[in-house]
């Protein structure tokens, strides 16, 4: 008996969601008009790019396998490591 109302509030929950999920992607349905997306105010931004700083990296010892970098650490591709 109990299992028969475990599987009718699994079926109510799941049927609530599907119809809610139709109402929720509306916009992927019917996409926004060009005049009414937003504006930003701000112009846009170059990048810029900084001068290479040349720091030391010193790992600090947070754990027994982990450790806090501050410093001194790059970002590179994987190709090129």
């Avoid at 509030?9 to 119809?19: D, K, M, P, Q």
């Avoid at 996409?31 to 701000?42: A, E, H």
């Avoid at 990296?57 to 982990?66: D, F, I, L, M, T």
Wanted: charged residues 30%; hydrophobic residues 35%.
């Amino acid at each position: 008996m109990r299992m028969k109302y475990v599987w009718c509030l699994v079926l109510a929950l799941w049927i609530g969601e599907s119809g809610a999920q139709s109402r929720l992607n509306f916009g992927e349905a019917y996409p926004q008009g060009r005049t009414d997306l937003p504006k930003s105010k701000v112009p846009f931004q170059k990048p810029e790019r900084k001068p290479k700083r040349n720091e030391v990296c010193v790992p600090e010892r947070k754990g027994e396998a982990e450790y806090f970098l501050r410093t001194g650490w790059e970002l590179a591709e994987a190709q090129k490591l």
